[in-house]
């Protein structure tokens, strides 16, 4: 089995900065993309940023300049530091990825982080 943790969420006042960590934990699997999901309330679940294994990275718009995704394979971690944070990025945080495991590829969540953004 294999297990997504974020942590790293809290309240920030705008304009501040936070970092988040997705850490997986388990047994012989490999991580292929890894993604930043946020959900607002009463909105939709939206992709923030994308990496691959190879280091290939995407960001929604509405983050692009603010925010950077990183991992570290060896730690199995990904990371996301949010800096010049707005109300508006304030919601629960979702860790994603595809791992491949005794040759499947699965899709993998983990349960979510807190991140509000107020005075």
């Known amino acids: 089995q294999v297990q997504l943790v974020e942590s790293g969420g809290g309240l920030v006042q705008p304009g501040g900065s936070l970092k988040l960590s997705c850490a997986a934990s388990?047994?012989?699997?490999?991580?292929?993309?890894m993604r930043w999901y946020r959900q607002a309330p009463g909105k939709q679940r939206e992709l923030v940023a994308d990496?691959?294994?190879?280091?290939?990275?995407n960001y929604a718009d509405s983050v692009k300049g603010r925010f950077t995704i990183s991992r570290d394979n060896a730690k199995k971690t990904m990371y996301l530091q949010m800096n010049s944070l707005k109300p508006e990025d304030t919601a629960v945080y979702y860790c994603?990825?595809?791992?491949?495991?005794?040759?499947?590829?699965?899709?993998?969540w983990g349960q979510g982080t807190q991140v509000t953004v107020s005075s």
């Open positions: 388990g047994s012989s699997f490999s991580i292929i993309t």
């Open positions: 994603n990825a595809d791992i491949l495991r005794v040759g499947l590829l699965r899709n993998y």
């Open positions: 990496i691959s294994s190879g280091g290939m990275i």
